[in-house]
């Protein structure tokens, strides 16, 4: 036995010489568990740390069918981790997540995540989990799994990658996927809380890398500092517009992430329509404003990169409108009718 304890012994230093740290990883592990237990429901059947997650298929569905997403943030990471603050980017992947589901009328069902770092920081990964598993109890969506490597040589030190993985579930009667936009149909704007998870490439060379501003740079019409702003969390629109797809008073759904406006609302659009944005109908947010000017980046490719505001667009009938503003003005909920559905060639216009 002491042999065999020698042999792994001097295995594992050879290991950690390498760049991999077994015990350390070993004690981050058994931190994350603790916390993904936190998120779990009575439908998950296997333990923490299984070779792979377990789970019952919900009961009160006739036709269920799943819907299967994946992402990851970006290069908000770099902000982050040059703020020092990792505690809401977990959160960001699992509302980002959430809302790819929503779009299709799927609610969350489990969350994976993957996270590979250069080497390995437990407390960083610990921060990083917490801010996970706040979104996911937010869902009541458990994490199933997920894996935590470390890879040296391949991640420079200090820094990591992070992706996530969610299927959700939708009734086959209440799938969304936009057969039902019509022209004359209105187009809902809801408001963002910022930058959500894309256009930090550019938003990171208009205002740091330009030497412009700091992170710690205090940003006079937006009352916080640039890393408060750009590291607002991602929203989630789930429990404003479930209830409403589940009422059937939604055509389309259309989470504005990369390509801006355009580039996602197009997505939802049957062939032989258009949709028409009136931009004017809103008014995009300071930070916006900022990276336009600090980047002398033109108006239009504003908009086919960053949300500028505006974060899910929902399709609406005419006959159904005024009842969804109603409900929404019940909700005290930031929205704009922003345009409206036309006859065309499967285009977004903006004006």
């Known amino acids: ?11 594992v230093n050879e290991y950690k010489k390498a760049g991999v740290d077994i015990a350390l990883a070993d004690q981050v592990k ?29 009961k009160d569905f006739k036709n269920p069918v799943l819907v299967a997403t994946t992402d990851g943030v970006g290069t908000k990471l770099k902000v982050a981790i040059a703020a020092k603050r990792l505690d809401t980017v977990g959160e960001d992947l699992v509302n980002h997540s959430v809302n790819d589901l929503l779009v299709q009328g799927a609610a969350p069902l489990f969350f994976m995540d993957y996270q590979a770092w250069g080497k390995l920081d437990a407390a960083a990964a610990e921060v990083l989990m917490e801010g996970l598993v706040r979104g996911c109890k937010k869902h009541n969506c458990p994490v199933l799994g997920g894996e935590t490597a470390e890879m040296p040589g391949f991640y420079a030190e200090g820094e990591f990658d992070l992706a996530g993985f969610m299927v959700g579930i939708v009734e086959k009667t209440k799938i969304l996927d936009g057969r039902s936009i019509v022209p004359g149909d209105a187009l809902i704007g809801f408001a ?11 938003a990171r060379r208009a205002l740091l890398d330009s030497g412009l501003y700091r992170l710690d740079s205090f940003l006079p019409d937006n009352g916080t500092t640039l890393a408060d702003e750009l590291l607002r969390v991602h929203r989630s629109y789930f429990h404003l517009l479930h209830p409403l797809i589940l009422q059937e008073k939604l055509n389309g759904l259309a989470h504005i992430t990369g390509g801006g406006i355009p580039g996602n ?23 916006f404003k900022l990276i336009q000017k600090a980047g002398e980046v033109k108006k239009e490719e504003m908009y086919q990169v960053f949300n500028m505001g505006i974060g899910m667009i929902a399709a609406v009938a005419k006959d159904k409108l005024e009842e969804v503003v109603r409900d929404l003005k019940g909700m005290n909920e930031k929205f704009w009718v922003i345009g409206e559905i036309a006859a065309g060639k499967k285009e977004v216009v903006l004006q």
């Not at 930058?195 to 930090?200: D, E, V």
């Not at 329509?273 to 109908?281: E, G, P, Q, W, Y």
């Open 1 to 11: 036995m002491r042999a065999g304890n020698q042999r792994t012994e001097t295995l």
């Open 265 to 287: 609302l197009v997505r939802i659009l049957p062939y032989e329509t258009s949709a028409v944005v009136n931009t004017s109908n809103w008014e995009a947010p300071p930070i």
């Open 192 to 202: 963002s809380s910022g930058l959500h998870t894309n256009g930090y490439s550019l």
């Open 30 to 58: 058994n931190k994350i568990k603790l916390l993904v237990a936190s998120t779990r429901t009575p439908a998950v059947l296997a333990d923490v740390g299984a070779f792979g997650g377990m789970m019952s298929f919900p």
